[in-house]
């Protein structure tokens, strides 16, 4: 499992000040408080204007404090893209974030992604569909997507499709159609295609207090479907510690039970109703709620944890 952390995002107000203002020590924490992820996203959005240069200036910082960790470019300006991957080497260290099914971006980030030989995060989406309801209209995209990558001469073990996660609090139906896309793309193509989403995409909109909450259920399950990479917060301590025990299949801690057991029922194609928990534990309870709100068993509310 390749973990990519999302905390540096050019939405965040402090984000945006700190790089008008050129506060490279803010840059540098937020740089460190990812250390133990293996990619940081660098998401500048458009990049124009005054943030014209940001990549650059980013990539650079991060070189200096992490000089190890990979990188993931993660912008709509191709230019930007273009001027980031000249500051980069290391092929194998470096994602570009992303590319729709759209031929004209679709036919320049590719030829980008193959001129540097590195990864490219492919979005099963198009101008024409939008993000398909379901799962079954998302892998037709990627076929289409597949076939064009080989058509180009794409190294396909270096793309990863994206699902595309949308919140629960948006329509509830969809955390479950991700999960069965990432399962369905992992069974229709040959070994070595790979998975990646934005994992903190499941629970936007919720209350601070159970994101986390969401977030790690929904990537228990993820993984079980087949997912080989996440962009996720790196802050989230316990989430990481997860997704690495789950790496192992090997529990740390009681609770990391009942997380196996959610992995594997979404890896066999079992009933959420046939895992067992322990009733009288009130963690295990809340894990098993929002399983049910993930696979749209039950509605969801704000406070779905308390009832």
Request: proline share 3%; glycine share 4%.
């Amino acid at each position: 499992m390749e973990l990519i952390g999302e905390n540096i995002h050019i939405i965040s107000k402090n984000v945006k000040e700190a790089y008008l203002s050129k506060n490279e020590k803010y840059f540098t924490n937020l740089i460190e408080i990812q250390k133990n992820m293996d990619f940081i996203d660098l998401n500048v959005g458009p990049a124009k204007g005054l943030f014209s240069g940001i990549i650059p200036y980013l990539i650079n910082i991060v070189k200096k404090t992490n000089p190890k960790i990979g990188i993931s470019l993660d912008t709509t300006n191709i230019d930007e893209m273009k001027t980031g991957l000249e500051e980069l080497n290391n092929s194998d260290n470096i994602f570009i974030n992303s590319t729709p099914s759209d031929s004209e971006k679709f036919d320049i980030l590719t030829e980008l992604a193959i001129n540097k030989n590195c990864n490219l995060i492919a979005l099963t989406m198009s101008k024409e569909t939008g993000i398909p309801k379901f799962c079954d209209g998302r892998l037709e995209i990627a076929c289409d997507m597949y076939e064009r990558f080989i058509e180009k001469g794409m190294d396909t073990e270096k793309v990863y499709f994206d699902p595309l996660v949308l919140p629960i609090t948006a329509d509830q139906s969809q955390a479950g159609e991700a999960i069965n896309t990432i399962k369905m793309i992992k069974e229709s193509f040959e070994k070595g295609i790979k998975t990646v989403v934005g994992l903190s995409n499941v629970s936007n909109g919720c209350p601070n207090d159970i994101r986390p909450l969401i977030n790690r259920v929904f990537a228990v399950m993820a993984v079980g479907a087949g997912l080989d990479a996440a962009i996720i917060d790196a802050k989230d301590e316990e989430l990481c510690r997860i997704l690495r025990m789950l790496e192992k299949r090997n529990s740390e801690k009681e609770i990391d039970n009942l997380y196996l057991k959610l992995c594997s029922m979404t890896e066999n194609f079992e009933e959420l109703e046939n895992v067992e928990y322990n009733k009288s534990n009130e963690e295990e309870c809340k894990i098993i709620k929002t399983a049910k709100i993930i696979l749209n068993k039950e509605v969801y509310s704000d406070s779905f944890t308390q009832i």
